[in-house]
């Protein structure tokens, strides 16, 4: 057996005892489990709850030891003293209680990712271990201590190495899932991941420097490290689309977390998700910081005396409505400082009482209480009365305000006068028109100035009463049965009987508009306007933020393209930190360096210096003569690259990046070429599933901001520039399609195209 295999088996023994813990654990949770459940419904209300509430925690205990599969381990530290400690997705301890795996987020683990050979403590060797399944495939060692025995003992062995692990990770097939990078975290990536829960952590990288993976394996750290405040307040991470969040869902699970909400903007209000997208001028408008104070405008604009005023009779007496009482009412509500909605109960009610003081100031006697309450009683009914009521302070709810506001432009002009006539033209819409994306962050200005609907307010309002005798209920039983304390309380048997109990945090916070989040992870974080952090921080006072993105791939006119400008009237110029990350891990250096010349001849600021590999082969340039020409060559690329890269188990990713003028043309040529270069069998595996995870994909520059595949074909990039909305948009277009392949890049364009841009 030579020393290498010896290695394998010696690793193979402790990866097996770890996945034989793991098992152990899987199958203590799945009996403890099946014995609650077993229980059935029987007993009282308070054995009930605690079954459930077992259950629950046995259930998700299984399901954080079932992510936990794939690569369980993945490295090994030995220290000066010759002891080994095994890093791992999650701790594990043996029956004993003593330790078999560290999880990569304990103070102990830290080493693995930041120890150097000139700062290395006690540690004197890091090894990286490859698992396939449960198999030990390989070992790689970093000597640290260039005087330890482990030097000559790594060379004889031939696991003596530097960045195998990571450059195995790279060169890997693509899949339609992003896979986590905890096995091969680099220190500068580390360094981040492990900041302070406090304040806000930017993090500017190019493309291919592992922002995104950084941002969730922070949110995983954070969550370990804070779990007893985060597991209460829940994480929420904001991403671009749908589709990138369904690239990143598996990284958290994998990561042993499963309870954080991931959401975009268009979905972040619940109940409500927009998927129109507005013009790129209009969505800049909306997304200015002054839009809040045309909303606040709008809702005070229904805050106002009435131009006529009616004379009320009761029993025959006249009762005069007088605007300087509606101005007093309205002042004293507003001091309420509570929502329109909400405020308006004080408004009503003053003005109620103030009408009922000018009836009993024409009478010649003192009435009684009864016939206080039945003169009230008729000023609630009196249908002038109540329509001037509502003329005065309109009750509203946030949709039926934001239509008003952009299919008038009368309203934009009163509420938002610093609008010239350009910008209100490109506001206005017909009366009824779905919300856009854009709307968003203004209906949610809208609903925290207006508070509930006033129908929906009187629902919530019959469901608290129905739920606090529900509490008073569980409060004697608990009571009745002597419990008073511990496992079960009054408000989990609440839960209980609401049929709640089983609800995560995570499940609460996504369908509570006002809940208020221990953590915001934001990727992309350069395309969010104004309006769209303004959102963002209602929901987390504490403004403990992670922030991810790239100024030199804005897209949107009015994102980021300066992170001081931005985070310092955000959070203070004290209160956030700028971390770069500088090495390219997913593009070949050609394709790095090719992208980032680009870049900078367009004049976006390129924070990427490095790139990791070399691969002679990854760039191809081919002009064709006319669009016809462009069309057959892409499609015959496009089959090409799918023979080379795209696996029958699943796995490689090839997209074609076209002008939105051309995709349909495309993708018929696509079409058409790999129909011819494939089987049946192979069709159908290309073509299955959901359009988003399709092996081979025709899509616009916008649509693959934060994804990467094997290989890219880029189609007539200067057709792409000229339908951006601006210069710089174009440039970061381009810039962001240029840098999604991790192995290939193919350039086509016709000669016509050619002489529009250089790249």
């Given at each position: 057996m030579s020393n290498y295999s010896s290695q394998l088996e010696i690793e193979q023994r402790a990866v097996d005892r770890a996945y034989n813990r793991l098992d152990d654990l899987r199958a203590q949770a799945r009996q403890r489990l099946d014995a609650v459940r077993a229980a059935g419904s029987h007993g009282s209300p308070t054995q009930r709850t605690e079954r459930d509430s077992f259950a629950t925690m046995y259930e998700d205990r299984l399901t954080q030891l079932r992510s936990v599969e794939d690569r369980l381990v993945f490295g090994r530290l030995d220290n000066t003293s010759g002891d080994r400690r095994y890093i791992g997705r999650i701790g594990l301890s043996d029956e004993h209680h003593e330790p078999i795996l560290?999880?990569?987020?304990?103070?102990?683990?830290?080493?693995?990712?930041?120890?150097?050979?000139?700062?290395?403590?006690?540690?004197?060797?890091?090894?990286?271990?490859?698992?396939?399944?449960?198999?030990?495939?390989?070992?790689?060692?970093?000597?640290?201590?260039?005087?330890?025995?482990?030097?000559?003992?790594?060379?004889?062995?031939?696991?003596l190495t530097g960045e195998g692990a990571l450059l195995a990770s790279l060169s890997s097939r693509r899949t339609g899932k992003m896979t986590d990078i905890v096995a091969t975290i680099q220190a500068e990536q580390d360094a981040i991941i492990r900041a302070d829960l406090k304040g806000a952590v930017v993090v500017q990288g190019g493309p291919g420097t592992g922002k995104t993976a950084v941002a969730l394996h922070r949110a995983a750290y954070l969550l370990y490290t804070h779990r007893r405040m985060l597991d209460r307040s829940g994480v929420l991470v904001i991403g671009p689309s749908s589709t990138f969040l369904r690239y990143i869902d598996q990284v958290l699970p994998s990561l042993g977390e499963t309870g954080v909400v991931s959401r975009t903007i268009a979905d972040l209000i619940p109940g409500v998700t927009a998927t129109r997208v507005d013009e790129p001028y209009a969505a800049k408008i909306k997304g200015q910081a002054r839009m809040h104070e045309a909303i606040r405008n709008a809702v005070a604009g229904r805050e106002r005396v009435p131009q006529q005023l009616p004379v009320i009779s009761i029993n025959g007496i006249r009762i005069a409505m007088r605007a300087e009482d509606i101005r007093e009412a309205i002042r004293d509500a507003r001091r309420t400082r509570q929502p329109h909605n909400k405020a308006r109960e004080t408004f009503v009610r003053e003005m109620l009482e103030t009408m009922r003081r000018r009836y009993v100031d024409e009478l010649d006697y003192?009435?009684?209480?009864?016939?206080?309450?039945?003169?009230?009683?008729?000023?609630?009914?009196?249908?002038?009365?109540?329509?001037?009521?509502?003329?005065?302070?309109?009750?509203?709810?946030?949709?039926?305000?934001?239509?008003?506001?952009?299919?008038?432009?009368?309203?934009?002009?009163?509420?938002?006068?610093?609008?010239?006539?350009?910008?209100?033209?490109?506001?206005?819409?017909?009366k009824g028109s779905e919300l856009t994306v854009s709307d968003i962050p203004l209906l949610d200005e809208a609903l925290e100035l207006l508070g509930p609907d006033p129908r929906e307010a009187a629902r919530a309002a019959a469901r608290d009463a129905a739920r606090q005798r529900d509490e008073q209920f569980a409060q004697e039983t608990l009571a009745q049965a002597g419990i008073g304390s511990g496992i079960v309380s009054s408000s989990m048997l609440v839960d209980q009987m609401q049929g709640l109990d089983a609800e995560l945090t995570a499940q609460r916070a996504a369908a509570d508009r006002e809940w208020t989040y221990g953590h915001i992870v934001v990727d992309e974080a350069?395309?969010?306007?104004?309006?769209?952090?303004?959102?963002?921080?209602?929901?987390?006072?504490?403004?403990?933020?992670?922030?991810?993105?790239?100024?030199?791939?804005?897209?949107?006119?009015?994102?980021?393209?300066?992170?001081?400008?931005?985070m310092d009237r955000l959070f203070g110029p004290e209160n956030w930190s700028l971390n770069e990350l500088t090495i390219n891990y997913r593009n070949p250096k050609e394709v790095s360096q090719l992208a980032a010349e680009f870049a900078e001849r367009e004049g976006l600021y390129v924070s990427t210096v490095n790139g990791v590999r070399t691969m002679p082969d990854s760039v191809k340039h081919e002009?064709?003569?006319?669009?016809?020409?462009?069309?057959?060559?892409?499609?015959?690329?496009?089959?090409?690259?799918?023979?080379?890269?795209?696996?029958?188990?699943?796995t490689g990713r090839v997209a074609v990046i076209t002008p939105i003028a051309l995709h349909d043309e495309v993708q018929a040529s696509v079409k058409q070429a790999l129909r011819s270069a494939m089987t049946d069998s192979q069709m159908q595996q290309l073509e299955q599933?959901?359009?988003?995870?399709?092996?081979?994909?025709?899509?616009?520059?916008?649509?693959?901001?934060?994804?990467?595949?094997?290989?890219?074909?880029?189609?007539?990039?200067?057709?792409?520039?000229?339908?951006?909305?601006?210069?710089?948009?174009?440039?970061?277009?381009?810039?962001?399609?240029?840098?999604?392949?991790?192995?290939?890049?193919?350039?086509?364009?016709?000669?016509?195209?050619?002489?529009?841009?250089t790249v």
């Open positions: 560290t999880d990569w987020r304990a103070e102990a683990a830290r080493p693995f990712y930041e120890a150097t050979p000139s700062n290395h403590g006690d540690i004197v060797m890091r090894r990286h271990i490859t698992l396939h399944f449960r198999e030990v495939t390989g070992v790689e060692d970093e000597v640290l201590d260039v005087h330890s025995a482990h030097v000559d003992e790594a060379s004889q062995s031939g696991t003192a009435p009684e209480a009864e016939e206080l309450r039945d003169i009230m009683s008729q000023l609630r009914m009196n249908d002038q009365l109540r329509i001037t009521l509502n003329l005065a302070w309109l009750p509203m709810n946030a949709q039926w305000l934001l239509d008003q506001l952009f299919s008038k432009p009368e309203q934009l002009h009163r509420y938002a006068p610093w609008l010239n006539k350009q910008q209100v033209q490109a506001l206005v819409r017909p350069q395309e969010l306007t104004a309006m769209d952090w303004r959102m963002l921080i209602r929901r987390c006072p504490s403004r403990s933020f992670t922030i991810v993105g790239d100024v030199a791939q804005t897209s949107a006119l009015g994102g980021t393209r300066d992170w001081a400008r931005t002009v064709c003569d006319d669009q016809q020409a462009l069309l057959k060559a892409t499609g015959q690329q496009a089959a090409q690259l799918a023979s080379e890269f795209v696996q029958a188990d699943g599933g959901d359009a988003w995870d399709h092996q081979v994909s025709v899509v616009g520059a916008q649509d693959v901001k934060g994804l990467e595949y094997d290989a890219v074909i880029v189609v007539d990039p200067g057709m792409i520039e000229q339908e951006a909305p601006s210069r710089l948009v174009a440039a970061s277009d381009l810039y962001v399609a240029l840098t999604r392949p991790t192995q290939r890049l193919v350039i086509l364009r016709t000669r016509a195209d050619e002489k529009t841009i």
